[in-house]
């Protein structure tokens, strides 16, 4: 007996195909999620929550993997979600992007404590330092998982810093037991997408999963490479073409005063650029023969008329007659 016939026999089959059917003509965007381990309390208060912007469907995987590819028929890539099915499954239908609806879905993770067996979802290191444990079998308990601990001054010390766990690495017993005693929460529970398409295109849940701060200084950092880009080259946009004028105004102001055109707005600069070397000619004049300068320039320089007086020599007597 094949699936159709099955679904046919069933009835109930036949409405659930029927209501996946409906929802993946319905909205734009549909996900493949993956509820293993998840809590049936905390997944109703998931469901709450996403009320409004999203409907959770779960469903076995044989009537999912039905519904999609009676939807295949309309578009393949629906069909190719079928692959992302597996263990404990549910579809997720929004109008939100996958990117939006995977940071909902992300924010709405609780960290839990370690399982044996599982793996953890993040780096976990054990910070050096006193600890509020009394004296007794946990330093062995530490030691066992790797953690330099002893027994100082009455209380149980970690000696340094130790990097208890790696994300993704599989959680033991023991390291289970020593992070319940510090409080540390290495998993997360909640809905994590596995792929989600939307019009023609498949995210897979590893595309989705991005650091948004990360993101963030990325484009700021392109923003920035470009807007350098278009000044240095010359090229006007509308973020650009401020500094761009007044690039070109200063050179063209630099040009005007190193070939001395006589503009309205730079004679200014140009007097002023005259009258600072007649006063440094003046003053290298001056150094040498004070008497060399008129009042006005001794004036403008600082000297002073009996300055000026003390330089003079003292008129050469004429030689008497018969004298040589």
């Known amino acids: 007996m094949d699936g159709t016939k099955a679904v046919r026999a069933a009835p109930w089959k036949r409405e659930v195909v029927g209501e996946l059917s409906g929802l993946l003509e319905r909205y734009p965007v549909v996900g493949v999620l993956d509820i293993s381990n998840l809590p049936a309390r905390q997944f109703q208060q998931i469901r709450q929550k996403l009320r409004g912007e999203a409907e959770i469907v779960v469903a076995k995987n044989t009537l999912i993997e039905l519904a999609l590819q009676k939807a295949s028929e309309r578009d393949k890539k629906l069909g ?95 390291i289970s037991d020593v992070l319940a005693k510090f409080g540390i929460l290495p998993l997360e529970l909640g809905l994590k997408l596995r792929a989600a398409y939307e019009t023609g295109m498949i995210f897979a849940g590893e595309v989705l999963e991005y650091d948004e701060r990360k993101a963030i200084e990325h484009v700021r950092l392109a923003w920035t490479n470009a ?89 050469e007597e004429k030689p008497k007659e018969g004298e040589k």
């Open 80 to 174: 190719e979600m079928i692959k992302y099915l597996g263990g404990q499954s549910a579809l997720i239908f929004s109008k939100l992007n996958p990117f939006k609806l995977n940071k909902v879905l992300r924010e709405n993770r609780i960290n839990a404590p370690a399982k044996p067996g599982s793996k953890s979802v993040k780096d976990v290191v054990i910070p050096a330092g006193e600890t509020e444990f009394a004296p007794g079998p946990v330093v062995a308990e530490l030691q066992r998982v790797g953690i330099k601990a002893k027994i100082q001054a009455g209380k149980v010390v970690i000696m340094e810093d130790c990097p208890l766990l790696k994300e993704g690495d599989v959680i033991t017993k023991e």
């Open 227 to 315: 807007f350098n880009l278009a000044i240095n080259a010359d090229y006007p946009t509308s973020a650009t073409v401020g500094i761009t004028l007044s690039k070109a105004a200063s050179a063209a102001q630099n040009l005007a005063l190193n070939a001395c055109l006589p503009v309205t707005r730079i004679m200014p600069m140009l007097l002023s650029k005259a009258s600072a070397e007649m006063l440094g000619l003046s003053a290298a004049l001056g150094a040498k023969d004070k008497r060399s300068l008129d009042k006005e320039l001794m004036e403008m320089l600082g000297i002073t008329p009996e300055e000026a007086k003390s330089e003079e020599k003292p008129p």
